[in-house]
């Protein structure tokens, strides 16, 4: 099971009971203590759970409506494909730019990602 799929299930599991300890999350997930313990430390960075004592709980107010990573990712593909071309083309103008630059003066130029 991979961190992501992990992570949106003890979401679930908070969201459905208001809380979870730790020792039922390795008993529902099959994983280690220590898996289980970064999976909440890297939602409660995110604001998704409350890191306590023991497990985590929900966070007053989140909606328990909120889309899943394979949802979001399928979201604004049009409006994402839009800024991926653009980034595409300032890319090759800048590494145009730098081979062309070197050629102008047949002196040879280190290429840096500056």
């Known amino acids: 099971m991979l961190a992501q799929q992990r992570q949106e299930a003890i979401l679930r599991e908070v969201d459905r009971i208001g809380g979870a300890r730790v020792s039922e999350l390795v008993d529902l997930l099959g994983v280690s203590?220590?898996?289980?313990?970064?999976?909440?430390?890297?939602?409660?960075?995110?604001?998704?759970?409350?890191?306590?004592?023991g497990g985590a709980a929900a966070v007053a107010g989140r909606s328990t409506e909120e889309p899943g990573f394979?949802?979001?990712?399928?979201?604004?593909?049009?409006?994402?494909?839009?800024?991926?071309?653009?980034?595409?083309?300032?890319?090759?103008?800048?590494?145009?730019?730098?081979?062309?630059?070197?050629?102008?003066?047949?002196?040879?130029?280190?290429?840096?990602?500056?």
Not at 44 to 52: D, I, Y
Request: proline share 2%; no cysteine; hydrophobic share 45%.
């Open 70 to 114: 394979h949802m979001k990712s399928g979201m604004k593909s049009g409006q994402k494909s839009a800024i991926a071309r653009v980034a595409a083309r300032l890319v090759g103008q800048l590494i145009e730019a730098q081979l062309f630059d070197g050629l102008a003066d047949d002196k040879p130029r280190k290429v840096t990602s500056s």
């Open 33 to 53: 203590d220590m898996t289980v313990r970064r999976d909440i430390e890297a939602l409660a960075v995110n604001g998704l759970v409350l890191k306590v004592h």
